[in-house]
Structures are given as structure tokens and as C-alpha cells.
């Protein structure tokens, strides 16, 4: 497995705990609706950076680290805001 | 090939072959513009998706009358599932709309999008960007709080201020017969019908001219070979395009999670009585424009005259800025037009902001605004003569030329001449047109003027000047551009 099936792996199974997540809210409470946004969010980008990762792979580029560590940066930052504004 | 890219093969050529999507309308695109600069009018695009999505959810439970509308906005926020959130993405959305339509806009503007072909492409945008501040100005009204009714009611009283005829027509388009009810429920329709539609049919027309004169080149730089391979629209540029819109989305969605909305009170006319009426950021510059004391009253026609103007001026640059240069070392005078224009509308805006309500002296505004605009002339001018000078004393073994202190100056005086040119000749039309016209205003108006003439001239031929003991201006761009790209 390299680096790239490493990431698609982790940002795949983020994907289905953060689903499955959204899908257990309670709909009518007010905390539910930030933690709905910020999880619709974290599917939205690690789609984003799935799709950047077989975008490279189909042009036969390389994937730039940067934009991997942004992207990881942004779900660590929006994790984070699940925390604080929930 | 290994077997999870043969199922992810198969997925997509089963697609393919149901859907058509490898034989795509739209041509495919050089992989220079697979760059998100390319792309802010398509991610504009997304942003009235999302305006169109959250705007269907709302209206399934909004009442457009003036007794219901606020009872329905609070009931979506209190009682409808995700309602606040749906209200908090519909508002950071539009904002992100209209903030994406005019960095497109400036894009264009900086890059030379809109010369030959592409002449009514930009025209066709302008009446985008005039749609989606549309979207803005009835969309503000629909919640029927002290805050969208008593801004809305000022943009409304300020169509009394034109001719008769134009006024009549707009109020009859916009307000209806009259009332309260009529007013929301027009806004209403020209919010969520018409304007979509409207926006639609010139989507469809600007993309249709996009197909037939395809993205153009870039300005900066020797585009190689590899650069300029085509990719295809399916899947590749569409990956990105989507890559692009779930990162904006995400961004929306924490936006909303951080500053959400809270519902300002309903509308009465009580207590509209002791609000000040201030319109939303992104009117904010004109309402500042109509604050400056000249135009209080009798001269609000001549400030809305001029707003007016400079909305022709951008309609009609194509027909301006003809020349065939894109490059920006050749259009410094555009270019420091351009900046101007940026910082004018961020400062005006900003100063809206902190004085609502206020009326400003016109020498105080004269001040700024003129300030900027000097400001800006000279940093622009410094930054081309600095960095071009550099370039040259690097690349070249002969001597530098040593008048440029008494440029310096000499372009400031010009600068500081226009900026006073500029009020004069805005002082004395206000006051012809205020207190008529005598023989002392025609004198003063016809001197600004004549002035204002010698100003652009003298400092076009400055500019033409400055490049001469250097060598030429667009040359030395060039060659930056170059050592720029060879550096990547």
C-alpha cells in the first residue's frame, strides 16, 4: 500500500464514522445543527481530497504533500471546532 | 492494472457509455487554467446552486406577507429541523456569491479577459453581476425585520430621485401598486423567479460563448508545450471542478458554525423609528457616496447620476479599453485604474460601516477619497519604477539615468492636481445643478476641466517618458515574466 492508498483509506473510513454520525443527530436540538455542519464539512473536504488524490493518479502526476497536509490541517481544524462550538 | 482501478474503471466507462459524458458539449480545457483563478465564475455557479438548494428548502415553509413573512423566518429558525444552519448557509452563500462575481470581475479586468472576441462576454457578466446584487436587494427584505425593511425602504425612496418617467417604470417593477404587501410579495417573486430565471437564460448564453472562444491565454509568461495539452471535461476537469466546490461548500459550512445568524427584531414602524437604516456590505459604498454632504437633498439625483456612470464605464470597457495589449506592464494606466477602483470601494465601504448614519463634509470626503486614489497612483507608479529599474540595473551595463527624484515629484504634483481637478469639477456640476448656472461656475467648471485634461496628458507622457532612460517598460515586464516562469 503506498502513501496515497494510505490516505484514500483513512479519508474513506472518516468518511463513514462522520455519515454515520450525521445520520444518528438529533435533527430538532440546536446543538445538532453545528455539529451537522461542521461534520457535512469534513465529508465535503476528504471527498476533496480523495478526488485531488485520483485526479493526480489519472494524470500520472505526483500528489503534493502541501495540499495533502493543508487538507489535513482543515479536517484536524474542523474536528477540533466539533469540540468548541458544539 | 490492479483490481480496485479495474472496478473504478468500469464504474466510469459504464457512465460514460449510458450518459454520453465523453462526448461533451464543452471543449476540453488547457491544463494552465486548471488553476482556481479560472475558475471563481464557475465557483460563483456553485454558489447559486446552493442558494437555489437552501432557497427551495426555506420556501416550502416562508410566508411573503407582511403579517406572516417574519413568523415564518422565526419558525424556520426555531422549529424547522437544521432550519438556523439552512438560514446561516443561504446568507454566507449569497455573500460568497457576490463576493466571487466581483473577484471574477477584477480578475477579468487585470487580465485583460474582456478585448476582442470576448467583448460580450463581459458585457453578458456585467448583467450577471447586476442580477446577482439583485438577489441581494430583494433577498434582504424577505425576513421583514427593522433591519431589511428600514435599509430596503431608503433604496426604494431613493428611486424618487430620478426622472419621473424612470422612477415610475422602477417603482411599478419593483414595488407594484404600493403597500406593504404588494412590495414584499414583488420582491418576493422577482427573488425567487425571475431573476433565477433571468440568471439562467444569460448562464446559458455566456457558456455559449465561452464554448466558442474558449479560456484565454494567459498573460504572464511563455506557456510551454505540456501546459497547453488538453484535458477533458469528463472526468477530469469535472474532478476538479469538484474538488474546488467541496472545499468552498466545507467553507461555508464552518463559516456558518461560527458566526451564526441570529434574527434581528420584526419590522414596526415604531421601532424602525429609532433604527438607523444602513444597507448590507456590499451596498455600503454607494450609501456612503449619498452620505457626502453635496449630495444630501437636491443633489442625491447627481450622486445616483454618477454611481450610474460609473456602472456605463464598466459596462462599456471592451469599447474603451480597445487596445489589443493584455499584458500588465503594458496597461499601467489601467491597471492603476483598476487598483484604484478596489481600494476606493474597500475604503467607502469600510468608512459606510463605522458612520452610519452620518453625513459627511464634502472637503472630508474630497480628502479621502481623492487620497486614495493619490495614494494608490503613487505606489503603482513607484512599484513599476522600482521594480522595472531593478530589473534593468541587473540586465543591462548602462548607466542609470538621474533624474528620478524630480519624476517622483513631478508625478505627485500631477496626482495631487487631478485629485483637486476631480472635486472641483464634481463641486461646481453639484452647485450648477443645485444653485444654476452664472458665468463664475461655467469659468470654474471649464478651468477643472481643462485642468483635469492637462493632468491625464501630462502624466501619460510622464509615464511614456519614465521608460526612456531605462528602455521600454514592456520589455522589462516581459523579461520578469519570464525569469518568473523559468523559475517554476
Known amino acids: 500500500m503506498n502513501r496515497n492508498d494510505l490516505v484514500v483509506t483513512v479519508l474513506v473510513i472518516l468518511q463513514l464514522l462522520s455519515t454515520n454520525y450525521l445520520w444518528g443527530l438529533d435533527a430538532a436540538s440546536s446543538v445538532s445543527q453545528a455539529r451537522f455542519a461542521i461534520f457535512l464539512a469534513i465529508d465535503l473536504l476528504s471527498f476533496a481530497m480523495i478526488a485531488y488524490i485520483y485526479r493526480k493518479v489519472g494524470w500520472r502526476e505526483q500528489t503534493y504533500r502541501i495540499w495533502l497536509l493543508l487538507g489535513s490541517f482543515g479536517l484536524v481544524l474542523l474536528l477540533v471546532s466539533s469540540l468548541i462550538f458544539t | ?149 428600514s435599509a430596503t425602504d431608503v433604496g426604494i425612496g431613493m428611486i424618487d430621485a430620478l426622472p419621473a418617467q424612470i422612477s415610475s417604470l422602477i417603482s411599478f417593477l419593483i414595488v407594484g401598486a404600493g403597500g406593504d404587501a404588494t412590495e414584499l410579495l414583488r420582491f418576493y417573486d422577482l427573488h425567487v423567479v425571475v431573476l433565477p430565471a433571468v440568471l439562467l437564460v444569460l448562464l446559458t448564453l455566456k457558456m455559449y460563448m465561452l464554448e466558442c472562444h474558449g479560456i484565454s491565454e494567459p498573460v504572464a509568461g511563455v506557456v510551454g508545450q505540456e501546459k497547453r495539452r488538453l484535458i477533458p471535461i469528463f472526468p477530469d476537469v469535472s474532478l476538479y471542478l469538484l474538488e474546488l466546490a467541496a472545499v468552498f461548500g466545507s467553507a461555508m459550512l464552518l463559516i456558518s458554525v461560527i458566526f451564526p445568524l441570529n434574527l434581528p427584531p420584526q419590522y414596526s414602524p415604531q421601532l424602525a423609528a429609532q433604527f438607523t437604516p444602513q444597507p448590507d456590505w456590499y451596498f455600503l459604498w454607494i450609501y456612503q457616496i449619498l452620505k457626502i454632504s453635496i449630495f444630501e437633498g437636491a443633489g442625491l439625483p447627481v450622486a445616483l447620476s454618477l454611481v450610474t456612470l460609473l456602472f456605463i464605464l464598466l459596462f462599456l470597457l471592451p469599447f474603451i479599453d480597445r487596445s489589443e495589449k493584455r499584458r500588465l506592464s503594458d496597461r499601467p494606466i489601467f491597471v492603476t485604474l483598476g487598483v484604484i477602483f478596489v481600494a476606493e470601494l474597500i475604503v467607502l465601504a469600510y468608512w459606510g460601516l463605522i458612520t452610519p448614519g452620518q453625513i459627511i463634509p464634502f472637503e472630508q470626503a474630497a480628502l479621502v477619497i481623492g487620497g486614495t486614489a493619490l495614494i494608490i497612483a503613487l505606489v503603482s507608479f513607484g512599484a513599476y519604477w522600482v521594480l522595472f529599474s531593478r530589473i534593468k540595473r541587473q540586465t543591462s551595463s548602462r548607466p542609470q539615468a538621474p533624474t528620478k527624484l524630480a519624476t517622483l515629484f513631478s508625478f505627485g504634483a500631477l496626482a495631487t492636481g487631478g485629485a483637486f481637478a476631480i472635486g472641483n469639477t464634481m463641486n461646481t456640476t453639484v452647485n450648477i445643478i443645485v444653485q444654476g448656472l452664472d458665468w463664475w461656475k461655467a469659468l470654474l467648471l471649464t478651468s477643472s476641466i481643462i485642468m483635469l485634461a492637462f493632468v491625464i496628458l501630462a502624466s501619460a507622457l510622464l509615464i511614456y517618458r519614465i521608460e526612456l532612460p531605462n528602455g521600454s517598460l514592456s520589455r522589462r515586464i516581459r523579461f520578469l515574466e519570464k525569469m518568473i516562469h523559468e523559475s517554476k
Open chain 2, 1 to 149: 492494472m490492479r483490481k480496485e482501478d479495474e472496478i473504478v474503471a468500469r464504474l466510469v466507462a459504464w457512465f460514460d457509455s449510458r450518459l454520453g459524458l465523453s462526448h461533451p458539449m464543452l471543449r476540453p480545457v488547457p491544463e494552465y487554467a486548471v488553476n482556481p483563478f479560472y475558475w471563481l465564475g464557475a465557483l460563483t455557479v456553485v454558489a447559486f446552486v446552493i442558494q437555489g438548494v437552501t432557497g427551495m428548502l426555506m420556501m416550502l415553509y416562508y410566508v411573503p406577507s407582511p403579517i406572516q413573512a417574519f413568523q415564518s423566518t422565526q419558525y424556520i429558525f426555531q422549529q424547522v429541523y437544521y432550519g438556523r444552519f439552512l438560514e446561516s448557509v443561504h446568507l454566507y452563500t449569497a455573500y460568497a456569491m457576490i463576493m466571487l462575481a466581483f473577484m471574477h470581475m477584477m480578475r477579468g479586468y487585470f487580465v485583460s479577459v474582456h478585448k476582442k472576441p470576448r467583448e460580450m462576454m463581459w458585457v453578458v457578466g456585467m448583467v450577471m453581476g447586476f442580477v446577482t446584487l439583485g438577489f441581494g436587494f430583494t433577498g434582504y427584505l424577505l425576513p421583514w425585520t427593522v433591519v431589511s425593511k
